[in-house]
């Protein structure tokens, strides 16, 4: 699960076992955790996340989606 962004208290990580999906990031913060496709960037599974939270957490992925992507398609080529 390697760590590809780390934003305030927010740790955004790929699960190596994901390569056969589209692209995506989970999130972590204490127990919560989030997923979110990043092409378009949307939400996909929230465990946890106030909806006050996630939409910060959105609102970072959109910001850091070109470099998201990027990170993995790097990890999985």
Same mark, same amino acid.
């Given at each position: 699960m390697p760590t590809v962004l780390r934003i305030g208290p927010y740790r955004f990580f790929f699960f190596a076992g994901d390569r056969s &999906? @589209? @692209?995506h990031v989970h999130v972590e913060h *204490? *127990?919560?955790e989030a997923k979110f496709w990043l092409n378009p960037v949307r939400l996909e599974e929230n465990l946890g996340f106030?909806?006050?939270e996630i939409n910060?957490? &959105?609102k970072i992925v959109e910001e850091y989606q070109t470099e998201l992507l990027r990170r993995w398609y790097v990890f999985f080529s």
């Amino acid at each position: 699960m390697p760590t590809v962004l780390r934003i305030g208290p927010y740790r955004f990580f790929f699960f190596a076992g994901d390569r056969s &999906e @589209p @692209p995506h990031v989970h999130v972590e913060h *204490d *127990d919560n955790e989030a997923k979110f496709w990043l092409n378009p960037v949307r939400l996909e599974e929230n465990l946890g996340f106030s909806r006050k939270e996630i939409n910060q957490v &959105e609102k970072i992925v959109e910001e850091y989606q070109t470099e998201l992507l990027r990170r993995w398609y790097v990890f999985f080529s």
